[in-house]
């Protein structure tokens, strides 16, 4: 027997609330509630997202530290 997809999850459960993704696993809320429920192919889906959007967090985080040097205000906590 084989295991299935296994979960993004790596327990760092907050919502930025910019992207609606979960900063550590850069899922949905939507996405995260269905999981258990979603066969294979569906998490697969699910986790090209996640490959997607991992290009599009480091832009955000980039920028927001970005902005945060130029107001000279501490920057974001990594997530």
Do not use: F, Y
Not at 13 to 23: K, L, P, T, V, Y
Not at 29 to 38: C, N, V
Not at 50 to 64: K, N, S, T
């Amino acid at each position: 027997m084989t295991a299935g997809v296994a979960s993004p999850c790596i327990n760092v459960c907050r919502m930025h609330a910019g992207s609606g993704w979960c900063e550590g696993c850069l899922r949905t809320i939507d996405e995260i509630a269905a999981w258990s429920q979603l066969d294979d192919p569906a998490k697969r889906q699910v986790l090209a997202l996640v490959r997607d959007r991992r290009r599009q967090w480091r832009l955000l985080r980039a920028e927001a530290a970005a902005v945060a040097v130029a107001t000279d205000t501490p920057p974001p906590a990594q997530g």
